[in-house]
């Protein structure tokens, strides 16, 4: 997803506590930071986290 869209989530979930519930390094997370975040990683953290305000202002359509 977006780089704009992937930094207002990995804000509102925290760095260390995205890079646990993925199993995935911290160094991982930089660079959802820098790319954005993988599609099949955007899907699955909504369905984690679906009370995320940033979710509002994400379109459905790009991570249902």
């Given amino acids: ?6 930094k207002q989530i990995i804000e ?3 760095r260390k ?3 646990d519930t993925c199993h995935v390094g911290l160094s991982a997370v930089s660079q959802w930071l820098n790319r954005g975040i993988p ?3 955007a899907k699955f953290l909504r369905l ?4 995320l305000q940033c979710w509002k202002e994400i ?3 790009i991570v249902k």
């Fill in 59 to 61: 379109p459905e359509d």
């Fill in 17 to 19: 506590k995205l890079s």
């Fill in 39 to 41: 599609i099949s990683w």
């Fill in 1 to 6: 997803i977006s780089i704009t869209y992937s």
């Fill in 48 to 51: 984690r986290f679906p009370r």
């Fill in 12 to 14: 509102e979930i925290g």
